[in-house]
């Protein structure tokens, strides 16, 4: 299990906000999160905000400490 997959599943509203507090164009949609679909949650927050999958896991660990 990745990183990203635990701190999602540990605490994803906490995340969320935080997402949007610094990516103000992500919606909710970009941002709604299903049990088993982390990867697809972590592919379309890339896609929005251009950054590599291991530029946004670290940030999510950073958020985390």
Known sequence: ???????????WNELKGKFK?????????DLLYEEGKEDELLGKIQKKIGKTREEV??????WSR
């Open 57 to 62: 896991e670290s940030e999510v660990e950073s």
């Open 21 to 29: 507090q610094q990516y103000a164009d992500l919606t909710d949609d």
């Open 1 to 11: 299990m990745s990183s990203f997959t635990q701190q999602v599943k540990g605490n």
